[in-house]
């Protein structure tokens, strides 16, 4: 079976950095695109960026690409989202999505999901 285990998620306080893990499993994904979704209580989701499978392409939400970077170990069949200069408003549960072709940008494009967790920080 496709699984997408997250890990990474906690409580941090302003300004800190925090490294969130989408491993994924069950099936080659090549071909496929990661996405990060994130969702604040009472808010609609929110795309934050993803990446080819390959590593050929990157996309990022533009108010977040100066603090966050989405990257992979293909060797880990692992995409990280590494979140730096965490401010309150960054505060949601986070989601990695697979999908297969492109990066897609609207959460009813991807096929896969992780169970989400929660990044949390404190002002």
């Known amino acids: 079976q496709v699984q997408l285990v997250q890990s990474g998620g906690g409580l941090v306080q302003t300004g800190g950095s925090l490294r969130l893990s989408c491993t994924a499993s069950?099936?080659?994904?090549?071909?496929?695109?990661m996405g990060w979704f994130r969702q604040a209580p009472g808010k609609e989701r929110e795309f934050v960026g993803g990446?080819?499978?390959?590593?050929?392409?990157?996309y990022q939400t533009d108010s977040m690409k100066d603090r966050f970077t989405i990257s992979r170990d293909s060797t880990k069949n692992t995409v990280y989202l590494q979140m730096n200069s965490l401010k309150p408003e960054d505060t949601a549960v986070y989601h990695c999505?697979?999908?297969?072709?492109?990066?897609?940008?609207?959460?009813?494009?991807?096929?896969?999901w992780g169970q989400g967790t929660q990044v949390t920080v404190s002002s």
């Open positions: 990446i080819a499978w390959n590593g050929g392409s990157t």
């Open positions: 999505a697979a999908r297969y072709g492109g990066i897609g940008l609207a959460r009813t494009s991807y096929d896969f």
């Open positions: 069950g099936r080659t994904f090549i071909g496929y695109a």
